[in-house]
Every structure is written in C-alpha cells, then in structure tokens.
C-alpha cells in the first residue's frame, strides 16, 4: 500500500503524463486537421484533471473515450494507404 505521499506523488506524476499526452495529441490534430484528434484531446484533458482528484475509474473511462477516435482515424488513414498499395 502506497503512504499518502507517495499516492499524491504518483497521481502528481499520472496527471502529468496525461498532460503530456493531451499536448501531444493536440499537435497531432494541428499537423493533420483531423476533428477527431480534438474530441481526443479533450477527453485526456479531463482524464487528467480526474487523476488529480484521486477518480481512476472515470480516467480509465475518458481515456477508452479518448482512444475511439483515435482509432476511427487510424483505420480511415490504413484504408487509403492499402487503396493506394502503400500498405
């Protein structure tokens, strides 16, 4: 069992991460200009705000959320690759 500091600690470091991860997808939705890789982002950034109130339920919940759209365009983009005999 984790001490009340090193829970604090972890979640500081988890909600970080998610920051990070939010930043991340952000980019990726400048650079391509897909809307999905916005809802993306919004979804982490509340999963990160949830990490820091200790709620992992709805943080494992935002980021299965998250990870939908995501996925939709990475499916849209490997249909147009195999179209183009590039995959």
């Known amino acids: 069992m984790l001490s009340d500091d090193e829970l604090s600690g972890a979640s500081k470091l988890y909600s970080y991460f998610l920051e990070a991860l939010e930043a991340e997808i952000n980019i990726a939705r400048n650079v391509l200009g897909l809307q999905d890789f916005e809802k993306a982002g919004r979804k982490v950034g509340e999963a ?24 939709t365009s990475g499916q849209k983009a490997a249909e147009v690759l195999k179209e183009k005999d590039l995959l």
């Open 48 to 71: 990160a705000d949830k990490a820091h109130y200790f709620q992992y339920e709805e943080v494992m919940n935002l980021l299965s959320e998250a990870m939908s759209p995501i996925t």
